[in-house]
């Protein structure tokens, strides 16, 4: 399985602005272009429940009539079942709850599977163990930084689309690139490619792992 990952980041290594409960683009509108088309290349997409909250929307490419199917990493489960995202049977929703048995505070839609897949060691691997029974074949990592960190920590994600904002936001409490977290075994990165537009910088990186 393919599993690669785009986000945007500040030159202070943020990711979005402090303290907000709703969508807020650090990046340009061909940032967000670049995002869309790399949903094309991926039959699944996988973010957390802060990224949920902030976007409770279909997470589409370009062609609306291909639906992934949509992964979201949550520890409470207190995610909000009426939000647009869950109004369409027709796009499979599976939720990966990081607490054992932990029971949602509303009943999900019948479309929406959840799994219990404990937050420790081994964790992402039954997770990607699951997407795979699932059929999907290229996975699209969209965030957070605290997902991030774990799939690098994992040492499964192979590629990161990175566009580089030239902005500071200069908060300490934004969230940032790998939430703030330290990487034990940072993995060697090669730039695949680069390319300047207007004032942002769009990289593919790949990561290898020792």
Not at 137 to 164: C, D, M, N, P
Request: charged share 20%; hydrophobic share 40%; glycine share 8%.
């Amino acid at each position: 399985m393919r599993v690669f990952a785009c986000m945007a980041t500040t030159l202070d290594g943020k990711i979005g602005p402090a303290n907000v409960d709703h969508f807020v683009a650090i990046g340009s509108k061909y940032d967000m272009e670049n995002l869309i088309s790399l949903r094309d290349e991926a039959d699944g997409i996988l973010f957390g429940a802060s990224t949920f909250r902030t976007w409770p929307k279909v997470h589409r490419g370009n062609n609306p009539k291909r639906n992934a199917h949509h992964f979201i990493m949550s520890r409470s489960l207190d995610l909000d079942f009426q939000a647009e995202l869950f109004q369409y049977p027709e796009i499979p929703i599976t939720i990966f709850s990081g607490t054992e048995n932990i029971t949602p505070g509303q009943p999900p839609p019948d479309h929406v599977e959840v799994i219990s897949i404990p937050d420790q060691p081994g964790q992402i691997d039954l997770i990607l163990k699951h997407v795979a029974q699932c059929g999907v074949e290229s996975l699209l990592i969209e965030g957070g930084g605290h997902i991030l960190h774990k799939f690098i920590t994992a040492q499964v994600l192979e590629e990161l689309y990175l566009t580089l904002v030239p902005t500071v936001i200069g908060n300490e409490r934004a969230p940032a690139l790998l939430g703030g977290q330290r990487l034990a075994t940072p993995p060697q990165i090669k730039i695949r490619n680069s390319r300047q537009f207007e004032d942002e910088t769009f990289l593919h990186l790949e990561f290898k792992y020792t």
